[in-house]
């Protein structure tokens, strides 16, 4: 069975930074592309960062520059380093894992539908 456990939410003031963890088992995630979604209280979900399985990266325009994806293959394990928090960052931040063979850009609204596996998040609150 395929598990992906979110950890590492909590509340900072603007300005400050989180790492967010994916630990994902039942799978060897070197051989598939993976993602970090978040949804804000009352919007949709929304892509954050892609990486597929070759490196290849995609972020999304509002946090290119902040947040930095990472894949450490060795302990399956899917990372979100987040700098420069804003309150607009405030959101339950998932993991997710596609089987689609091809690389997927980070906020285009077909992603989501992509995703094959979730995990069921870690929240993020942004302080102002």
């Known amino acids: 069975e395929v598990q992906l456990v979110e950890s590492g939410g909590g509340s900072v003031q603007a300005g400050g930074s989180l790492t967010l963890s994916c630990r994902t088992s039942?799978?060897?995630?070197?051989?598939?592309?993976m993602g970090w979604f978040r949804q804000a209280p009352g919007k949709e979900r929304e892509g954050v960062a892609i990486m597929a399985k070759n490196g290849q990266i995609s972020y999304a325009e509002s946090v290119k520059g902040r947040f930095t994806i990472a894949k450490d293959n060795a302990k399956n394990t899917l990372t979100l380093q987040m700098y420069d928090l804003k309150p607009s960052d405030t959101a339950m931040y998932y993991c997710a894992l596609s089987t689609f063979p091809a690389m997927l850009t980070a906020n285009h609204p077909s992603t989501e539908t992509m995703m094959d596996y979730w995990g069921k998040g870690t929240e993020v609150t942004i302080s102002s």
């Open positions: 039942g799978i060897d995630i070197s051989g598939y592309l």
